[in-house]
C-alpha cells in the first residue's frame, strides 16, 4: 500500500480551500515520507480542476462523467472504492465538510480501512500514522495512534493548513469512470443563505459578538461601536438561536465564512465550527476568560469584561477620529 491520495472537493464549479489546504499537508507528508502525493478530482468538465491542482501533486487523476455534475455521496463512495482497490492508497485524506462528511464514514466501513474524522494535524512516520483531533471545544489536542494498517482515511478540518499550491507540476490522467449503480440519492438544488441588508462574507472589518455579550439589550452598544468603527456586525451560533441577531449574521459551519482583514471577536470563546469559517488577516479578542480558545489564534487579545471594555474602545476610536 503506497501513496497519499487527497480528494478534491468542488462547488458550483469552483474548487473549494479545503482541496489546497489537504494537498499542502499531504505535500509535507509526502516529503517527508518518501510517499507519492496523487489528487483525485471527480465530476462533470473536470480538466480546468485538474489543471490547476497539477501545481501541487504529483499525479491527477480525473474522473469526468456528465452524470457527475452534482455532488452525490453514494457515488464517490462508489468510485472511491473503485479507486481504492485500484491503487490501493496507504492514505486517503478528505475534507471535514459536509461533502465529505457525507461519504468518508461510509467509504471506510465499506472497505474496512481506519478513519479518524475532523483531524487538525497528521504525522506519518514510514507506514505509522497519527492524527490530532480536539476535545472539549479545543481546549485539548489528543493524538490518535491508529493500530497499524494497510490503509487510513481521515477526514481534515478546513481552515487549518493554508491552501497554497506547492510549485510542482504533476502528471494529468484521466481515468475512466468506474461503473457505479443508480444512486437512491437526487440533487435537487443549491439554495442560497440569505444576505439580507448587510453581507458579512464582503465586510472588510467584522466587530462579532457572542454570548458573552449576555443579554439583548447590549447589542445596541455593540452596534454603536462597530458603526463607530466603520465595521459590520456579525455573531455567534448561540447569539443566533437566542434571537439576538438574525441567521444571516452567523459565522460558522452552519453560517457564513468570512474574509475580513479584521476580525474583531468579542465575547466568543473560539469553539472551532466558529473559527474554521473565519479567514480573517487579523483577529482580535475580547475576552474575560483568558483560557478561552480564540486567545490560541488571536493575533492581540485583551483579557477583561467586556462591558467594560467595548465603551473605553469606542471613546478611543471616536477621539482618534476626532468625533468627541
Ligand atoms: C453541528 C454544529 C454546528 C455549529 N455551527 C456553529 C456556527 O456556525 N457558528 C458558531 O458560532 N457556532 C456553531 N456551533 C456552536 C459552537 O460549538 C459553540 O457552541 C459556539 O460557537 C459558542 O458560541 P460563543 O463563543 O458565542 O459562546 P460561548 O462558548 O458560551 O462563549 C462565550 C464567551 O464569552 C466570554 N464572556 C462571557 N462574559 C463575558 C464578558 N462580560 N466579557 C468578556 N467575555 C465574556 C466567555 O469567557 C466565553 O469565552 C455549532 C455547533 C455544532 C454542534
Redesign the pocket.
Known amino acids: 500500500m503506497s501513496g497519499i491520495f487527497v480528494v478534491a472537493e468542488h462547488r458550483k464549479g469552483v474548487l473549494r480551500d479545503i482541496t489546497f489546504e489537504m494537498l499542502k499537508k499531504g505535500r509535507e507528508l509526502a516529503g517527508a515520507s518518501g510517499e507519492s502525493l496523487t489528487a483525485l478530482v471527480i465530476g462533470k468538465n473536470t480538466g480546468a480542476f485538474a489543471e490547476r491542482i497539477a501545481a501541487s501533486a504529483d499525479t491527477v487523476i480525473a474522473i469526468d462523467d456528465p452524470k457527475l455534475e452534482n455532488f452525490n455521496g453514494e457515488i464517490y463512495q462508489n468510485i472511491l472504492s473503485a479507486i481504492i482497490d485500484e491503487h490501493k492508497p496507504l492514505l486517503i485524506m478528505i475534507g471535514h465538510t459536509a461533502a465529505g462528511m457525507d461519504f468518508a464514514p461510509g467509504l471506510a466501513a465499506a472497505k474496512n480501512i481506519a478513519i479518524t474524522t475532523d483531524c487538525v494535524d497528521l504525522k506519518l512516520d514510514g507506514q505509522k500514522l497519527t492524527a490530532v483531533r480536539q476535545l472539549y471545544?479545543g481546549k485539548i489536542n489528543a493524538e490518535i495512534s491508529f493500530k497499524p494498517a494497510e490503509s487510513y482515511i481521515v477526514t481534515l478540518r478546513s481552515g487549518i493548513f493554508p491552501p497554497e499550491p506547492s510549485g510542482t507540476s504533476g502528471k494529468l490522467l484521466s481515468a475512466a469512470c468506474p461503473d457505479f449503480p443508480e444512486s437512491a440519492k437526487r440533487f435537487i438544488e443549491y439554495i442560497e443563505a440569505a444576505t439580507g441588508t448587510v453581507d458579512i462574507t464582503q465586510a472588510d472589518v467584522l466587530v462579532s459578538?457572542?454570548?458573552?455579550?449576555?443579554d439583548v439589550k447590549n447589542i445596541p452598544m455593540m452596534e454603536a461601536f462597530a458603526q463607530a468603527l466603520g465595521a459590520s456586525l456579525s455573531?455567534?451560533?448561540?447569539?443566533?438561536d437566542r434571537k439576538w441577531l438574525p441567521q444571516e449574521r452567523?459565522?460558522?459551519?452552519?453560517?457564513?465564512t468570512v474574509k475580513p482583514k479584521v476580525y474583531l471577536?468579542?465575547?466568543?470563546?473560539?469553539?472551532?465550527?466558529?473559527l474554521t469559517?473565519v479567514k480573517a488577516d487579523i483577529i482580535i479578542a475580547?475576552?474575560?476568560?483568558p483560557r478561552?480558545?480564540?486567545f490560541n489564534i488571536a493575533d492581540y487579545g485583551i483579557t477583561?469584561?467586556?462591558?467594560?471594555?467595548i465603551p473605553k474602545l469606542q471613546d478611543a476610536v471616536l477621539k482618534l477620529k476626532g468625533g468627541n
Do not use: E, T, W
Request: glycine share 18%; net charge positive; aromatic share 2%.
Open positions: 471545544s459578538v457572542g454570548q458573552g455579550i449576555g455573531c455567534s451560533r448561540p447569539v443566533v452567523q459565522v460558522g459551519s452552519s453560517g457564513k471577536a468579542v465575547g466568543i470563546s473560539g469553539a472551532f465550527q466558529h469559517a475580547v475576552n474575560k476568560d478561552a480558545p480564540i477583561g469584561d467586556l462591558l467594560q471594555i
